[in-house]
């Protein structure tokens, strides 16, 4: 669940259960009956995916070139596969005929589908978060609450202020790039979601409320040995690991006055949390030298280790004095050197660099003709 954290965006955004692939095979055949439809071929819209330099402002002096990959909605969280060709990402665009967000994958080398837009990942029923390839890249993990609900959970009440919800029948699902589900890796009632992959291709990390509050925890590539990593009371989530699978970088609200914790627990328990305040943080995989990055206030999220692994990208409001925009920033791992990356006047979030370091993906509301659609960009990155 790593939603835009801002009034003025509309999100898109987190024992082993397994089933034989003929048998997820006719889960997902029931499943898709009713299932939203995607336009026909000959209805899908045609873009210019071809590189576009004026999509980059003229401060932006780590991006070399950018290519504008998606069109229409909310489209984020996009992930690398493994080989650097592929990305998947959630998206509740209006073209694919969804009421919320979806899983997708997108071929970075082709562009070519047969019915014109990128395959569906996902089953079309409830709400997903958080798609992240699986080593050998022929299978995506995902949160899904299609199990509970088929429909679109409900959006908290605007009487809470601005709050993200943590939807309670959330589980971790993997399914194969035709979009079976081949495995459930968590059975409980409670939120799981947000997980990511180790680059070793050993661990998964997650967030769940499986302690009494929202934590990191890891389990094997299957499922198995779930441990749990952190124990500060406050939300961590979003984590990724680093380059060399050693250490987890993630957002974490950390109440501290009597105020503060009572607000956070009680929003806890009506499944909700406020993401206005927000810092970075590492820590071993273990949960152990835990390290708080940055203190900016604010709300600073969506952290990817720098392929050097001695520097964090992330983005952030705490230069902004309406709460917008949000940035992305570049820090070392020990606090120091902020810089900023981005300098768009509305929203940039969710970096990922290509597991080769070339590339970097993430998402925008930049050249949007004034919308609030979020579109995923990809750019060559150079060190000046």
């Not at 402002?57 to 060709?85: H, M, V």
């Amino acid at each position: 669940m790593r939603k835009l954290p801002f009034l003025i965006f509309v999100s898109a955004a987190f024992v082993v259960g397994c089933s034989s692939a003929n048998e997820a095979g006719k889960s997902r055949l029931n499943v898709e009956e009713g299932a939203p439809p995607a336009m026909e071929a000959d209805e899908a819209p045609e873009f210019d995916m071809t590189p576009n330099r004026d999509l980059i402002y003229p401060k932006e002096k780590y991006f070399s070139t950018i290519r504008q990959l998606t069109f229409g909605g909310d489209n984020a969280e996009a992930y690398w596969s493994f080989d650097n060709t592929k990305m998947t990402f959630q998206s509740n665009n209006f073209n694919y005929g969804l009421h919320c967000d979806q899983i997708y994958y997108m071929d970075l080398n082709t562009f070519q589908y047969s019915d014109g837009f990128p395959p569906r990942i996902s089953t079309g029923f409830g709400r997903t978060t958080c798609a992240y390839f699986m080593p050998g890249d022929t299978a995506i993990l995902y949160a899904s609450t299609h199990l509970q609900d088929m429909d679109c959970p409900p959006e908290p009440d605007k009487s809470e202020g601005y709050v993200w919800p943590i939807y309670d029948i959330y589980d971790i699902f993997v399914a194969n790039l035709r979009g079976e589900i081949v495995h459930r890796l968590t059975e409980r009632q409670g939120y799981d979601a947000e997980a990511t992959v180790s680059p070793k291709g050993d661990l998964i990390v997650f967030t769940s409320d499986r302690s009494g509050d929202l934590e990191l925890w890891t389990m094997n590539i299957d499922g198995s040995d779930k441990k749990q990593v952190t124990s500060g009371l406050g939300y961590d989530g979003g984590a990724f690991f680093s380059p060399d699978g050693s250490r987890l970088v993630f957002r974490a609200s950390r109440p501290k006055t009597e105020e503060e914790i009572k607000t956070y627990k009680e929003l806890l328990k009506k499944g909700l949390v406020k993401p206005t305040e927000m810092e970075i943080y590492t820590c071993k995989v273990d949960g152990s030298d835990l390290q708080q990055v940055t203190n900016l206030g604010g709300a600073n999220w969506a952290p990817f280790y720098h392929p050097s692994g001695e520097k964090i990208l992330f983005s952030s409001n705490h230069h902004s004095k309406k709460g917008f925009p949000f940035n992305i920033f570049m820090i070392n791992v020990d606090g120091t050197g902020l810089e900023q990356i981005t300098f768009d006047d509305t929203f940039d979030a969710f970096p990922m660099f290509s597991f080769d370091g070339k590339k970097l993906l993430f998402s925008s509301n930049r050249f949007n003709g004034g919308t609030r659609e979020t579109n995923v960009f990809v750019v060559d990155w150079v060190e000046p």
